[in-house]
């Protein structure tokens, strides 16, 4: 009667390690790669789920978690927009996609990729202020630069969050890109 068998037996509990496991964004996140920032929300989550729900420091620890995958979400969101105001809206899905499958597509382009990767992070507000540079993001810049796309998404990401001080919203560049 009972057999070990059942594909769906701890179906369950698949699902709940499935959620704590994806860290990127959201529970079975197809795009997910373990980095070290990956491993920093996780470490996070081990000490939050070793501490009493009720305590102060269960509470904060679970407040920077939803914090720091709401930003990274966030980030997403800002690169997919510009993705698609570039014309790739059925591809930025799959631009922004990076599993661990996923290769640099020439290496001589590693270092251009990294060049622009830090060029928006200093000279755009595409990243929040207190962003450390992702590996993903790495890859996204990768596939762009064999689209001959690097560029062009520099310029947008320049127009649409321009560096500011004190600011990390750039509601007068979408206005004027709109226009």
Known sequence: LCSNNNPYASFGA?????????????PHDVTHTEADDDRVLYNMIVVRNQLDKDSEEWQKLNYD????????????????????????QKEADSLLSVT????????????????????????????????ELSERYLFVVDRLIALDAADEFFKMASAVYP???????????????QS
Do not use: C, H
């Open 14 to 26: 698949t699902l709940a390690r499935d959620e704590e496991q994806n860290l990127w964004s959201t």
């Open 65 to 88: 978690i939803y914090t720091l995958r709401q930003t990274r979400k966030e980030v997403r969101s800002r690169w997919k927009q510009i993705l698609e105001d570039l014309g790739f």
């Open 100 to 131: 661990k499958l996923s290769i640099i597509s020439d290496s001589q382009n590693m270092s251009k990729a990294r060049d622009i990767l830090l060029k928006l992070l200093e000279e755009t507000n595409i990243f929040p202020t207190s962003w």
């Open 163 to 177: 560096k500011r001080p004190g600011g990390d919203r750039a509601d007068e560049g979408l206005r004027a890109l």
